[in-house]
């Protein structure tokens, strides 16, 4: 599924069921030894996703590290992101010679529980939910994944903690259906963004998403 709202050149691989007898890499369990079931099998799918996904692009599929807050640490010149909820695990990896950053993210298709879009969102943001509550999607839900892929994209090109209220989203929708949908969306990065590769400061992201099967997806493949 997530392979539609990526670019060409950037691998990935998915898990819908977790597979019986799927284990850690021998290098990675010290990093999950004391984690509870959901935690590892949500770690270990994730990974072994990241490893399909190597071994699509030509690469060792190696043990993948954990960071400063919990980024996945990739093998020299790949970027990447991981994603997983209740049902699914992703990866989506590409070469660092073709793209400066991957943010990937998957939430259930369901209402954000009470209390939470307003921490999450900016009143523009909120406003443009309100005009669109007919649309008969979670919108309120996609906005969280967007922002969510927004900083998966941020965080290896800064090290630096991006919040919720630092990057206004805005959508556009191009496919509606009962419980589906797909479309672009992009983020207007509001704090300084000094990069730590060398490149242009990062000023915005563009993404794409896609609401199917219960599931919304969110993708920025930044170039």
Not at 29 to 37: D, F, G, N, S
Not at 140 to 153: I, V
Not at 156 to 179: N, Q
Request: charged share 25%.
């Amino acid at each position: 599924m997530i392979e539609k709202i990526l670019n060409s050149g950037v691998a990935s691989a998915e898990l819908l069921e977790y597979p019986q007898g799927l284990r850690a890499h021998p290098a990675e369990e010290h990093l999950i030894e004391k984690a509870v079931e959901k935690r590892r099998r949500d770690f270990i799918g994730a990974r072994h996703c990241a490893r399909l996904a190597l071994e699509q692009l030509g690469e060792q599929p190696v043990a993948i590290g954990k960071g400063e807050r919990g980024a996945p640490v990739w093998p020299r010149g790949i970027v990447g992101s991981l994603t997983h909820c209740e049902g699914y695990r992703a990866a989506a990896l590409g070469h660092a010679v073709l793209f400066r950053s991957i943010g990937i993210d998957a939430e259930p298709h369901g209402e954000l529980p009470e209390g939470v879009l307003d921490s999450v969102s900016l009143a523009p943001e909120r406003e443009w939910l309100r005009a669109n509550a007919d649309a008969g999607l979670h919108l309120d839900r996609l906005l969280f994944c967007a922002k969510e892929a927004t900083y998966k994209a941020w965080w290896p090109l800064t090290s630096r903690w991006l919040g919720f209220e630092d990057a206004h989203i805005t959508f556009e929708i191009t496919e509606r259906g009962l419980d589906s949908g797909a479309g672009t969306f992009h983020s207007s990065i509001l704090v300084p963004g000094q990069v730590n590769d060398g490149g242009a400061p990062l000023v915005s992201f563009d993404g794409r998403w896609e609401i199917t099967d219960g599931l919304i997806l969110t993708a920025i493949v930044h170039a």
